[in-house]
């Protein structure tokens, strides 16, 4: 069957349209995917991954650490055992580290 030409015209035009919704989409759902990432920040940041509570930063010996006072949990930013360790001090500080925030 011959194909009319002014319908492989309407075809190609069809497809270009097509393929620029699909752009879109993709586009949509790459920028609905970082705002929930965003929303799950503004929601967890700084709340206790166990309980739920509001954490507050403490320092001692230069590490800094989130304290939760409602359920006792304290926890390391990314690195700062990395670095005690590198330092060598781990034994030191994280013995010390268990003292103080032992309940
Ligand atoms: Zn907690």
């Known amino acids: 069957m011959p194909v009319n030409p002014s319908d492989s015209e309407k075809e190609y035009f069809l497809k270009l ?11 949509s759902a790459a920028r609905m995917k970082e705002e929930t990432k965003k929303k799950l920040k503004e929601l967890h940041w700084m709340n206790c991954p166990k309980c739920g509570m509001d954490l507050k930063e403490v320092e001692y010996q230069n590490v800094k650490v989130d304290y939760c006072g409602s359920c006792g949990g304290s926890f390391f930013d990314a690195g700062e055992i990395e670095q005690r360790l590198k330092l060598g001090e781990e034994q030191n500080v994280l013995g010390k580290f268990l003292k103080v925030f032992k309940r």
């Open 17 to 27: 349209e097509l393929e620029k919704l699909r752009k879109l989409q993709e586009e």
